[in-house]
């Protein structure tokens, strides 16, 4: 993919984890002139951020990092949104457009509105990311091919959306968008409770290890050890996100175990005609998935590694 300008000079990186990381490679690969700067609280990650270039600059305070940047894009645990925001607004120039990467909007509307009295509130949410965390698993190409959901409150400035907008394509990502509300039920439907679905499988696995003898482990099928992929994603930022979108999650969560208690019930009755139909009807749903690029046919979904 070709450079291409970027519809801001200067963007400001709050946190370098994985998703902070890849910005701030994705920014310098493929927007054309851009300045980034970036901080993290944590002052071993800012020198490892330092070693591996995750931004031109990395500062020693938020207020330093965003001063003079005309988007900040916070990319901390949801539950630190406020805090982070609060620190860093000493340094926030007028009409900058703040911005964060959480996949609970709601919430996180609220904090940054909080936090933030009087600036240019515009949430977003690249729907990106791997099993690994840190400054170590950011990769430039992270957002290729992958939805950015932008959801700008009522009445933001509809220039700035556009700005935002351009910005996350220039990553390479497909972008909507839509109002917070929407967003917090599709991505509970889509991420959030698929992620609680695994970490109980897995949990209960580990708590069977010594009934099994270790062989829940070492028999590991796809399915299983595919649990294990995304049970072993960050448990900061995911017990964040059950607590900050929890009405949403109560809601489909509720859907999913009164389906799971029919498919229940006709296990017991011997019911073939109603599991058969489940059954085709989410492997539609899988052809859906590969049709729209969004995942891998191939064999094991195109990994390498076998292992």
Request: charge should be negative; include cysteine; proline fraction near 4%.
């Given at each position: 993919m070709n450079a291409a300008p970027s519809p801001f000079k200067r963007v400001a990186i709050i946190g370098l984890g994985l998703i902070g990381g890849s910005v701030g490679l994705a920014t310098r690969e493929f927007a054309h002139g851009i300045v980034t700067t970036g901080y993290d609280a944590d002052p071993a990650v800012r020198a490892r951020a330092s070693e591996l270039k995750l931004a031109d600059t990395i500062?020693?305070?938020?207020?330093?990092?965003?001063?003079?940047?005309?988007?900040?894009?916070?990319?901390?645990?949801?539950?630190?949104?406020?805090?982070?925001?609060?620190?860093?607004?000493?340094?926030?120039?007028?009409?900058?457009?703040?911005?964060?990467?959480?996949?609970s909007k709601e919430s996180i509307t609220e904090s940054?509105?909080?936090?933030?009295?009087?600036?240019?509130?515009?949430?977003a949410h690249p729907v990106a990311g791997t099993e690994h965390s840190g400054p170590e698993a950011g990769f430039a190409t992270l957002f290729q091919h992958r939805w950015c959901i932008v959801t700008p409150p009522e009445g933001a400035d509809a220039d700035k959306v556009s700005q935002l907008v351009a910005y996350w394509q220039t990553l390479g990502a497909t972008v909507d968008t839509m109002d917070a509300h929407h967003h917090d039920l599709v991505l509970a439907v889509t991420s959030h409770i698929p992620h609680l679905i695994a970490y109980t499988i897995v949990g209960t696995a580990s708590d069977l290890e010594d009934v099994t003898r270790g062989e829940v482990i070492k028999y590991s099928a796809g399915g299983f050890r595919d649990f294990t992929r995304i049970a072993a994603s960050d448990p900061t930022m995911?017990?964040?996100?059950?607590?900050?979108?929890?009405?949403?999650?109560?809601?489909?969560?509720?859907?999913?175990?009164?389906?799971?208690?029919?498919?229940?019930?006709?296990?017991?009755?011997?019911?073939?005609?109603?599991?058969?139909?489940?059954?085709?009807?989410?492997?539609?749903?899988?052809?859906?998935?590969?049709?729209?690029?969004?995942?891998?046919?191939?064999?094991?979904f195109g990994r390498k590694d076998h292992g």
């Open positions: 500062c020693e305070t938020a207020a330093d990092a965003v001063r003079g940047a005309d988007l900040v894009i916070l990319c901390v645990p949801v539950g630190a949104m406020g805090d982070a925001a609060r620190e860093m607004a000493p340094g926030l120039s007028d009409g900058v457009v703040v911005s964060d990467v959480g996949s940054l509105t909080s936090a933030l009295p009087g600036h240019c509130i515009i949430p995911w017990r964040d996100v059950f607590l900050n979108n929890r009405d949403a999650v109560l809601t489909m969560l509720q859907r999913f175990l009164d389906d799971l208690s029919t498919l229940k019930d006709a296990i017991e009755d011997g019911d073939g005609e109603v599991l058969f139909d489940r059954f085709t009807r989410t492997r539609a749903i899988r052809r859906s998935i590969l049709d729209m690029g969004q995942d891998d046919s191939r064999p094991d």
